[in-house]
């Protein structure tokens, strides 16, 4: 089955306690793609990759680092985690960077926090 | 001013009725449009891309006006499983490849 996969879903973690969310997709897909979602805000870029090795900041990477050592994963790092990085949390991949099909999300990896 | 707009709602439909939101998008050099669903505390999926000459899949429209910069979807015969909240989403047009999602318009069909 074609999808993509993040892990953990949920996660209640302290501040400066560094973490990384995992995400995999089985589709060969060159494009990834993190996001995060809070009330009234939509969904917003964090980081997104082209390619292998080759990864670029989105709307808000502040906080967050990323990785693409294989084309299938892309996890996200917080070095150290603050509450206001509390949030919903998808990972995104698509064929290409510009994909008449659209991207095909992760199931969300809900952050808090404390 | 927001980059994609959307009335956030919710549309209050009884079934069977029609229901048509609209979403504006600010950059003229957006490319590619795409209307997504999510249900609560779900993952966004695509709902279908938005062609410059509109197009169909079943019982959903979609429309894209670039003179005016919106695009538009239209839902007939509202089936209770449509309750959802649609994101509009335009794709830019340069190196970035971002997608820019609206806040999404809420549907709530009722029985």
């Known amino acids: 089955e074609a999808q993509v996969t993040q892990n953990p879903r949920y996660l209640i973690t302290v501040t400066g306690k560094k973490l990384t969310v995992t995400c995999s997709q089985n589709m060969n897909h060159e494009y990834m793609s993190w996001y995060r979602q809070d009330p009234g805000l939509g969904l917003r870029q964090i980081y997104y990759s082209m390619n292998v090795e080759v990864t670029d900041k989105g709307d808000v990477p502040e906080g967050y680092k990323v990785s693409r050592k294989e084309k299938r994963n892309f996890p996200l790092i917080l070095e150290s985690p603050s509450p206001n990085q509390t949030s919903l949390y998808f990972c995104?991949?698509?064929?290409?960077?510009?994909?008449?099909?659209?991207?095909?999300f992760g199931p969300g990896t809900r952050l808090t926090v404390t | 001013r927001k980059e994609v707009e959307q009335d956030p709602g919710p549309f209050n439909v009884p079934e069977g009725a029609t229901v048509a939101f609209n979403c504006t998008y600010s950059n003229s050099a957006s490319q590619s449009f795409f209307w997504y669903r999510q249900d609560c505390r779900k993952e966004p999926k695509l709902l279908m891309s938005?062609?410059?000459s509109g197009n169909e899949d079943g019982r959903f429209t979609a429309q894209l006006n670039r003179a005016s910069q919106y695009i538009s979807l239209l839902i007939r015969d509202s089936k209770l499983s449509d309750s959802a909240t649609y994101l509009c989403?335009?794709?830019?047009?340069?190196?970035?490849?971002?997608?820019?999602f609206g806040s999404g318009t809420r549907l709530l069909v009722r029985p």
């Open positions: 995104a991949s698509s064929l290409r960077g510009r994909s008449t099909g659209g991207q095909y």
């Open positions: 938005v062609y410059s």
């Open positions: 989403v335009v794709n830019y047009a340069d190196s970035s490849y971002k997608l820019i």
